[in-house]
């Protein structure tokens, strides 16, 4: 039952025409403003925008998708993760969908959900979405069995390594963490190291494997040693355990992280066993998280440019939506940014008595009550 409010009937919402008569223009003209066409002077737009605003004029996207076939909404099928690089991707995506005068639609898949990414393309097609983002996939398994092959009929932009499927149009966008994971690596070894260890993330995830490759390139293109590699999860505990197995090892002078969390615990173990960072082991992250620039010592990290990443793949997504037939726009590789901060310096020189790599191992600590395991 509607309560009444005693002030009589309430008025009925604004239409186009309405705003087309105190804008003093066509039905058409606002017909073609809020279709964002072509051949509208800026000043006949900005009279039809206030008078809509003043009007409280709301389009009726249902009417308009019947009419264009489309319903101006973008999916996106994102892992669901507090991670800061996938949340801060997906924040990227959400923000520039909505300046281009699109609705977001929005699946989190989980790891081990057996109806990942496709259950999650499902759902988003069922509701009509013009157009999907994929980001930051992760690998499902051997895309061996039936449904393997997502298919889609409406172009697909993925945001990291892509799982098999067929679409009218794919287009990627991504901050090539492999050349980022050389760029890192290079540092290092520009720095004086003579190899450089990895503390990579999770296998299944395509963005740790794309980092490890550009590790290991980096390294063989200069004849260098290629380390053991030691897996993480991505948290600042599995940096820490890592810390904890990598402390022993006297030759051990550099370490790239796959991301800032895993480098943040790593430095804790290597401190609390008398090794200093960066006197005796330099250590470089992965993302650039806020607190990077505060831990002690500020850490040395590649910035990840998530909002470039996404300004970019959207505009092309919307392009091919909107332009079905014409080429697709150029792609450019986004800037790697190296922000050197004190958690690197040159390696310690063993022939100087009073240098850093004389030091001496502490026995860590035993894990217990507030303490990492």
Known sequence: MTRGTGRGPSPAAPRSVDVAQ????SQKTVSRVFNDEPYVSADVRRRVLAAAEQLGYRRNNAARALVSGRTRSIGVVTL?????????????????????????????????????????????LD??????????????????????????????????????????TVLTAGGRADLMACRATQHLLDLGHATVHHLAGPQRWYAARDRLEGWQATLRAQGRTVPPVVEGDWSAASGYRAGRELAD????????????????????????????VPQDISVVGFDDIPVAAYVSPPLTTVR????????????????????????????????VDLVIRASTAPPPDPE??????????????????????
């Open 22 to 25: 105190l804008a003093g223009v």
């Open 249 to 276: 090892d006297g030759d051990l002078t550099a370490v790239f992280a796959a991301n800032d969390d895993m480098a943040i615990g790593l430095i804790r173990a290597l401190a609390e066993s008398g090794r200093r």
């Open 80 to 124: 669901g993760t507090a991670l800061y690089g996938p949340a801060s991707l997906l924040m990227g995506v959400e923000r520039v969908v909505r300046d281009l005068g699109y609705a977001l639609r929005v699946v989190n898949t989980m790891e081990g959900d057996p109806s990942g990414i496709a259950g999650a393309v499902d759902s988003l």
């Open 352 to 373: 100087d008595p009073g240098s850093a790599s004389h030091y001496t191992v502490l026995p860590l600590p035993a894990a217990g009550p507030g303490r990492p395991s």
């Open 304 to 335: 990840q440019p998530f909002e470039s990443v996404a300004q970019e793949g959207l505009k092309r997504l919307v392009h091919a939506i909107e332009s079905p037939e014409a080429e697709p726009l150029p792609l450019s590789d986004p800037p």
């Open 127 to 168: 509701q009509g979405v013009d157009g999907i983002v994929i980001s930051e996939p992760i690998d499902e398994g051997d895309g061996e069995g039936e449904g393997a092959t997502l298919r889609v009929d409406v172009p697909v932009l993925v945001l990291g390594a892509p799982p098999p499927f067929t679409a009218p």
